[in-house]
């Protein structure tokens, strides 16, 4: 990561963007130096989760830059795609929702939406195990755009839902549609109790969807990015307050829980330091459970040659804390391997995925196909 904010093109002052990148650099570089100056204690597990989480949004956002995509217009989504992954196979996830997100933008032209983004004969050859970040992406461009032009939340709504339904593959809609949730909470709070109506309205899965978006975005909102040393993810806590009704709250608690497992998998350390802060409120329901379940799930089918979930399976919570190994092994050990089995069956199942649901109800699916 270093390395690529070495090789970040020239500031230009006059370009937004480039300001964008160089304070985004800027800050994963300070968080690394903290890191090697700083003694093992829980400080410097909170600065690991924020570096993780950083290196998640870096790549994500400057996508762009990170792959030299300015200097290569007439590149195709799948020749990116494969330019991405050059960075091996943890990072190119990141950097393949940010392809989704950058591509989308591409062609959102003067207030025109896209048509057909990721369903047209254009993109047939893509790789499988692209499309849920792809969609995600998408998702999360189609809600930023519609946000900006359509501030009224029924039509917000109607509009938005059309454009995930002209623009994704079917088995993949719901990773667009959640996306909604985390640009709301990022960039139009006061529209949350609207939009909570309208897609409950709806159906209860819209209404799931987008809660769990909220979730995710909690995780990744400015104010929870800085590492805090005595409490540290105060955002869970957000997630059991803001929504008024049950669905809200699993779907928020959930999709926090998914944003925290996939940026912080390769160090557990950082998930068994949440679990001993929260491990009253997490003893209340399965909603952590079911978020890390359905992350590794969906990572086992985005990065199918990554040994992270296997490695997050096999650790030895006892060499850190051994007053953890309950709490370790009812909300991680257990659906880890629940996700490990349920590798394979997971293309199925991906719209279910984006949504509280006991992992229980999820395998019982499986089995009964």
């Not at 997100?101 to 048509?115: A, E, K, N, S």
């Not at 623009?167 to 990773?175: D, F, G, Q, W």
């Not at 803001?242 to 608690?253: D, F, Q, T």
């Not at 985005?302 to 909300?331: G, K, M, T």
Request: aromatic share 10%; glycine share 6%; hydrophobic share 45%.
């Amino acid at each position: 990561m270093a390395d690529l904010i070495r090789n970040l093109f020239p500031l230009n002052p006059f370009d937004p963007s480039s300001m964008v990148r160089a304070f985004w650099g800027a800050m994963l570089q300070s968080i690394e130096i903290l890191q090697s100056v700083t003694p093992e204690s829980n400080a410097l597990i909170a600065i690991k989760e924020c570096r993780n989480k950083l290196q998640a949004f870096y790549l994500f956002q400057c996508v762009d830059s990170v792959l030299d995509l300015v200097s290569r217009p007439n590149l195709t989504l799948s020749q990116m795609i494969g330019m991405a992954a050059t960075l091996g196979p943890f990072f190119s996830v990141w950097a393949t929702e940010g392809l989704g997100h950058y591509y989308t933008r591409l062609h959102t032209r003067d207030g025109q939406f896209p048509q057909r983004l990721l369903c047209s004969a254009d993109v047939t050859d893509l790789p499988p195990r692209s499309l849920v970040p792809l969609h995600t992406g998408m998702g999360l461009a189609l809600a930023e755009s519609a946000l900006n032009q359509l501030p009224d939340a029924g039509t917000l709504a109607d509009r938005f839902l059309e454009l995930c339904r002209l623009n994704a593959l079917p088995e993949y809609l719901s990773c667009a549609i959640e996306a909604m949730g985390l640009v709301a909470r990022n960039l139009r709070p006061d529209l949350i109790a609207q939009l909570d109506q309208e897609f409950g309205r709806r159906n209860e899965e819209l209404q799931a969807y987008f809660w769990h978006g909220v979730g995710r975005g909690i995780y990744f909102m400015l104010v929870n990015f800085l590492p805090c040393w005595s409490a540290p993810w105060p955002g869970y806590e957000m997630c059991t307050q803001e929504p008024a009704h049950s669905l809200g709250r699993l779907n928020a608690a959930s999709g926090f829980a998914w944003a925290l497992t996939l940026v912080n998998m390769r160090e557990p350390e950082i998930v068994a330091a949440f679990l001993k802060r929260h491990q009253a409120r997490l003893a209340n329901d399965d909603a952590f459970a079911n978020g890390l379940f359905s992350a590794l799930v969906i990572w086992l089918e985005s990065a199918p040659h990554d040994s992270s979930v296997p490695a997050f399976c096999a650790y030895n919570i006892e060499q850190l804390d051994p007053s953890l190994l309950p709490l370790w092994d009812r909300y991680v050990r257990q659906p880890a391997q629940e996700a490990l089995r349920f590798r394979g069956r997971s293309s199925k199942a991906i719209n279910d995925l984006f949504r509280y649901q006991p992992a229980a109800c999820l395998l019982r699916q499986q089995n009964n196909d």
